[in-house]
């Protein structure tokens, strides 16, 4: 299952095949409809589509001569599950990253004081400027 | 009309709405993330392209980040090795693609194996936009690469910060009892 995610996210990562799944999204369709909408050979599609079989994102009929394309949910799903533990760790973060800043705010101020203060102590010695 | 011209307009329109799809910066596969920070956008830029800051936020509550380096150009390097709660060690390595100060930051991450060889490779593309002393930071993840581990490593990260969380509400089920 573990090797088939990795072939999911290769399969996805192209716009075509992107394409292809999001017609796929509204029903079935066979290679020639598939093909319609893109400036592409019938062979350059069946590649395509053949990468998306392989990576277990659609299914192929066999009763009928015209073996209709559809959508497999699965390998969507093990995505999905995938990048959601991503989006966890980034959620995780910023929340640390808001506190942080907030202390950096804090700290900014206190340096903008040092710095008015350092200009002015090669001259005299005076509280620093608000 | 011939019978090619009537297909190829129909093929035109059904083009245009695909290849709108197809185009679009993120699909539903790509992870985007949208946080408003009450700080301006140079500070909060600042946060992420000065070690001694990113060190401090960079990875799940209770992490720390013993390795934390970084070349800030375009090819130059970040490597964090992260520290979980439970002593585990997560080691990363970036490249920058883009570098538009305070405004983009685009990297790519690489997780990496006990030999160093990268597991996963997201394209990440950061975003800083400031409205009235408040950024509206947008973080947009491409997953460039993935291997069989990556997702082991992903869910083993993350057990790393829940357990702490369990262990927490354990102790609170026990005391209400």
Known sequence: ?130 | MSADQVRNSAAESSANKISANAKTESSEWDLVITRVFDAPRALVFKAWTETRHLAQWWGPKGFTNPVCEMDLRVGGELRIHMRAPDGVVYPMTGVFEEIVAPERLVFVSSALDGDGKSMFDILNTVLFAEERGKTTLTLQARVITATAQAPQYLKGMEMGWTQSLDRLEEKLATMSD
């Open chain 1, 1 to 130: 299952m573990n090797d088939r995610l990795s072939e999911t996210f290769g399969a996805l990562a192209d716009p075509t095949r992107r394409a292809i799944l999001a017609r796929l999204a509204s029903g079935e369709a066979s290679v020639t409809e598939l093909s319609e909408p893109f400036a592409m050979s019938m062979p350059a599609i069946s590649k395509h589509l053949k990468v998306l079989e392989r990576a277990g994102l659609i299914a192929r009929g066999r009763e009928a001569q015209w073996r209709p394309c559809r959508l497999q949910a699965g390998p969507l799903q093990d995505v999905a599950g995938w990048v959601e533990h991503y989006r966890r760790f980034w959620e995780e973060s910023f929340d640390r990253l808001g506190d942080y800043l907030q202390e950096l705010k804090r700290e900014d101020a206190g340096n903008k004081n040092l710095k008015s203060k350092t200009k002015e102590s090669r001259h005299v010695r005076r509280p620093g400027k608000k």
